[in-house]
């Protein structure tokens, strides 16, 4: 082989690891195809129908905030949408065997799962919240010594109390057997706080209209959609979806509705 | 000596001691990889003494989930706690995938170290054994629960191994399961006569192995799904299917799994009804088998008290009903050996109900029902409560 020869092959072989990887860009920036990202035509979401608010049985029809949501991001994408109702155990199978295509079931973003599922941005956080009564100054998870924190006994929340104190801080521990036990304790005044998880705090508020509360987030607990990890076309959709959701309000109507 | 080789004597030498230089350097790199790699020595967990389990009540047991614990040290806690509940046994689950990475090449030092300490700390262990190893099935939507019929002589192969090399420590074990749903072979449609050709294939394959083994079949799901249901079939047409397939012949005792859900342990049991009596209505077709004379374990089974959970309870009411489960047992049946509870802990959070069948959370923090069901193992009083009453609301 000539120098002539190796210079042409050098030259060819570049031209074409080019247009290799302008076809990658391109490829990148393109729409995504739902016909790619759904061949069957519908948005097949697995549900676990035994969680409410999130998805239940209602005459018949599963209903809550995670059928409704699955519905608006099958609107946005434009495809009808079917739901597979499952288990919590057998959730993230069905999605790798392709029984379904995603999955909206109140799942926590779960790292041990991240070799097989792609999450979205979050659409709720179910993280522990630090409640308190309103006009004083917040209590603060920096300065809790003293405090006297009512709790669900054997909770996440339980678990929490007992990390800061081996921090070293000095809790006055209340614990009840439910949190709606601890969220009363902090309305009568019995606590100075109460420690409980997102969602307890906002079905205890919706039937308490009248109850004022002040409270921070002291851990984050993300709720997101999951997809096979391999179908980077559906991510694509049900990611923009989502996003398009947000920020146009409907997801947080749809939170609201339900709690 | 010749001109020739006397001229290129010192040629010669300093190749040689350039040579000589490079395997030096090689050796120390050697050498230095190697410290980079040196570990201090692990501590030995293992108790020095065994100990012994003190309980009044030796049908109490739980499902331990120990395969996934890295740290030896939660191994050791979890099991130390198991015995202090004054819990006989345990049932553990082996995973094959876990133990054959690549065919035929079996990795037992995971196994090893949970069956020692459970001997340690004179617990009884029944295997489950499952989930299939990833180089078996290279079809992209297979599930590690996916188990192709040509492949029943490997699991086979596996449940002998198993049986033989822990023979005399772990008698009694547990083939597949919840043959009866879906999921459980990697979404493939469920027949009773499928499950019947892989307990017709492993259960001599293990008796050959520890003739003294007791081989468990069923480990049923508790459901009410009719024939042509994609999900599964309901556990009692299951069974009766499996003894019609000659099934009967391919198990020593039925492991079963019997959840309480939002009833109480007394509850009437009824074909379109998942409660815990539910059990009665699996030996019932024992019975009508001719199989008797076989005994039964619940080796799943509880209550849930998840604060949202549509089928869950209330912690003391899961406590009361847990306690009472036992006790019912010990008044009627005489054919049970044990209940083992799902689940005692699991090594990380799930993040969702599952995590509310605990007894011990996560971080070891014990739960109310760890104490409920420690006073009625131990026969202890105890005093005291574990939370304060309601607020008055009124």
Redesign the interface.
């Known amino acids: 082989m000539t120098q002539r020869d190796v210079t042409k092959l050098a030259r060819t072989t570049a031209a074409a690891v080019m247009l290799v990887l302008l076809a990658a860009v391109w490829r990148h920036y393109q729409p995504p195809n739902r016909n790619i990202a759904f061949p069957a035509g519908e948005i097949r979401i697995g549900v676990?129908g035994?969680?409410?608010?999130f998805a239940?049985?209602e005459a018949g029809n599963l209903a809550g905030l995670d059928i409704e949501l699955g519905e608006a991001i099958a609107g946005e994408i434009g495809l009808p949408v079917r739901y597979v109702n499952?288990s919590?155990?057998?959730l993230y199978?069905?999605l790798?065997?392709?029984?379904v295509d995603l999955l909206i079931a109140?799942?926590?973003v779960?790292p041990?799962r991240t070799n097989a599922a792609r999450y979205t941005e979050p659409y709720f956080d179910d993280g522990l919240v630090l409640v308190s009564a309103p006009g004083n100054r917040p209590i603060s998870a920096d300065a809790l010594s003293g405090v006297a924190i009512a709790y669900?006994?054997?909770s996440?929340a339980?678990?929490r109390i007992?990390r800061w104190e081996s921090d070293g801080h000095v809790i006055a521990r209340?614990?009840?057997?439910?949190?709606t036990?601890a969220l009363?304790?902090l309305r009568?005044g019995?606590a100075d706080a109460a420690l409980v998880d997102a969602?307890?705090l906002r079905l205890y508020a919706r039937e308490r209209r009248e109850w004022q509360y002040q409270h921070q987030f002291v851990s984050r607990?993300p709720y997101a959609i999951a997809v096979r990890i391999?179908r980077d076309e559906a991510f694509k959709l049900v990611d923009r979806a989502l996003s398009t959701l947000k920020e146009s309000g409907e997801v947080a109507r749809i939170v609201a509705k339900w709690f | 000596m010749s001109a020739k080789s006397s001229l290129s004597s010192p040629v010669k030498d300093a190749a040689k001691r350039q040579r000589q230089s490079i395997l030096v350097i090689i050796g120390l790199l050697m050498l230095f990889a190697l410290v980079l790699r040196l570990r201090p020595a692990p501590r030995n967990l293992l108790p020095a003494e065994a100990r012994v389990v003190k309980t009044a009540k030796p049908h109490v047991c739980a499902h331990t989930l120990l395969e996934n614990e890295v740290e030896e040290k939660k191994i050791l806690r979890s099991l130390e706690l198991v015995r202090e509940l004054g819990a006989t046994t345990i049932v553990q689950f082996f995973p094959w995938a876990y133990a054959e990475t690549r065919a035929e090449h079996f990795s037992w030092d995971r196994f090893d170290r949970i069956v020692r300490h459970a001997e340690r700390q004179g617990l009884q262990v029944i295997a489950r054994l499952g989930l299939a190893p990833p180089w078996l099935n290279d079809d992209?939507?297979?599930?590690l629960?996916t188990l192709p019929e040509r492949d029943d002589p490997e699991f086979a192969q596996y449940a002998a191994a198993f049986a033989a090399r822990y023979a005399g420590t772990v008698d009694e074990i547990i083939i597949w399961n919840e043959p009866n749903?879906s999921?459980e072979w990697?979404?493939q449609p469920v027949n009773a006569e499928r499950y019947v050709r892989l307990l017709q294939e492993t259960y001599p394959a293990i008796k050959a192995a520890n003739p003294a083994a007791v081989v468990l079949a069923g480990a049923l799901a508790p459901t009410l799904e009719e024939r042509g249901s994609s999900a599964g079939l309901n556990d009692l047409d299951f069974l009766r299917d499996m003894y019609a397939a000659g099934g009967g012949d391919y198990f020593d005792a039925l492991a079963i799994h019997s959840y309480g859900l939002k009833e109480p342990p007394s509850a009437e049991p009824a074909e379109n009804r998942l409660n815990f009596r539910r059990a009665e209505l699996l030996r019932q077709i024992m019975l009508e088998n001719g199989d008797g004379q076989k005994q039964a374990s619940i080796t799943e089974g509880g209550w849930n008290d998840h604060?949202?959970?549509?089928?869950a309870v209330?912690?003391?009411q899961r406590s009361a009903f847990t306690v009472e489960a036992f006790e019912y047992i010990e008044a009627n049946w005489d054919w049970l050996e044990r209940l083992c509870l799902w689940a005692f802990r699991y090594p990380?959070?799930?993040?969702?109900?599952?995590d509310n069948y605990t007894l011990v959370?996560a971080?070891f923090?014990?739960?109310?029902i760890y104490y409920a069901l420690q006073d009625y193992a131990r026969g202890w009083e105890r005093e005291g409560t574990?939370?304060?009453p309601?607020?008055?609301?009124e």
Do not use: C
């Not at chain 2, 309601?390 to 609301?393: A, D, F």
């Open positions: 676990d035994s969680y409410p608010p239940f049985d499952i919590f155990y057998g199978d069905a790798i065997t392709g029984e109140a799942l926590r779960d041990a669900e006994f054997a996440r339980d678990s007992r209340m614990p009840y057997e439910l949190s036990y009363d304790a009568l019995q969602i307890s607990e391999d | 992209p939507d297979a599930t629960n749903l999921f990697g979404y604060p949202r959970w549509a089928h209330r912690p003391s990380a959070d799930l993040n969702s109900y599952p959370s971080d923090v014990m739960k109310p574990l939370w304060l309601p607020p008055e609301t």
